[in-house]
């Protein structure tokens, strides 16, 4: 089954960001909590992990791209 990896909202001050670095690029299996990627905000570079396991399938933004609260950045194939 295929699931979107999404923006978070990482503090009620912070609705966008620059990706900055993946880590995970299309074909790594990623275990939850694993870093996906970086962002960089107004206040900091954050490292954001997994929410869920799977293998990265599809990458829909690329590092310099600015990003907002719940864009899709990514698709995993997840089991179950």
Known sequence: MKREVLFPKLSTKTD???ITEWLKPVGSKV???EILY???TE???HEVEALFAGQVVD????????V??????AVMEVEG
């Open 43 to 45: 206040k900091a570079v």
């Open 16 to 18: 966008q960001g620059v």
């Open 68 to 73: 907002f609260v719940d864009d899709v950045l």
């Open 38 to 40: 970086e962002v960089e």
């Open 31 to 33: 275990a939850i909590g």
């Open 59 to 66: 990458v829909k933004v690329s590092i310099g791209d600015e």
